[in-house]
């Protein structure tokens, strides 16, 4: 089975700077994908980022980047230019691409508390 | 982008009592839905995964009779927590996926209290 470990429970970082949340899986699958969700105050999960194992370079969203090492099984979010409206709980998860029933799942990491300080 | 609803988004009931939450995909057909439970500062855990007209998929420890799941339309699925405790008590988030979707889209949650 799949796990994933984010080894951060919270992380702080000063408005205007970059931090980097960290994320490991194991598995024995080659192609899957990789996802980075945003889980605010609000609780509502939005997605921040996705990455296809099968693609080597790393998925980008404005402020928002990926680094994706295959081989080390790495996946973490680097947050570029922190706003205040980033505060929230990042968890980052799995999904295999696997047809059989019950792989479509999504397996999340432990969760990252992420706070901004102005 | 796709919009997933949840109903109730709060609900308080007395213990011993069944409880219906809701879960609508508004903009596409959701083959696939999925309900998790959040406790709270954790992760989401899922719970079990629905694929319509057919009955659901539940992970280790969940028990089916508890948490009776219904996949009834490509657009409505139910979540009915029967005969509720204090310790159902949680936070119950749905996700839907349409077959042609890569990703999941999550429903805004439904928090519930049993008494």
């Known amino acids: 089975a799949q796990t994933v470990t984010q080894s951060q429970p919270e992380m702080s970082v000063q408005e205007a700077e970059t931090v980097t949340l960290s994320c490991t899986y194991d598995?024995?699958?080659?192609?899957?994908?990789l996802f980075w969700y945003k889980q605010p105050p609000s609780r509502q999960m939005i997605l921040v980022i996705r990455?296809?194992?099968?693609?080597?370079q790393n998925a980008t969203e404005n402020r928002f980047s990926v680094n994706f090492q295959k081989a080390a099984k790495s996946f973490s979010l680097k947050i570029s230019d922190s706003q205040l409206g980033d505060a929230a709980m990042y968890f980052c998860?799995?999904?295999?691409?696997?047809?059989?029933?019950?792989?479509?799942?999504?397996?999340f990491g432990q969760g990252t508390r992420l706070t901004i300080n102005p | 982008g796709a919009v997933v609803s949840q109903h109730p988004s709060r609900v308080i009931c007395k213990s011993g009592t069944s409880v219906k939450i809701e879960c609508r995909s508004l903009?596409?057909?959701?083959?696939?839905m999925f309900w998790y439970r959040q406790f709270p500062k954790k992760s989401l855990m899922l719970m079990a995964t629905?694929?319509?007209?057919?009955?659901?998929?539940?992970e280790q420890g969940v028990e089916k009779d508890k948490f009776l799941i219904n996949h009834a339309s490509l657009t409505l699925s139910t979540l009915t927590v029967t005969s509720a405790h204090p310790e159902d008590s949680s936070f119950y988030i749905c996700?839907?996926?349409?077959?042609?979707?890569?990703?999941?889209?999550f429903g805004p949650g439904t928090r519930l209290t049993v008494l």
């Open positions: 990455q296809e194992a099968y693609k080597q």
């Open positions: 996700s839907a996926k349409a077959s042609s979707y890569n990703e999941q889209f």
């Open positions: 598995t024995s699958e080659s192609d899957y994908y």
């Open positions: 903009d596409f057909q959701a083959t696939t």
């Open positions: 629905s694929n319509e007209g057919s009955k659901a998929t539940y």
């Open positions: 998860a799995y999904r295999s691409l696997s047809p059989i029933q019950g792989a479509q799942k999504l397996v």
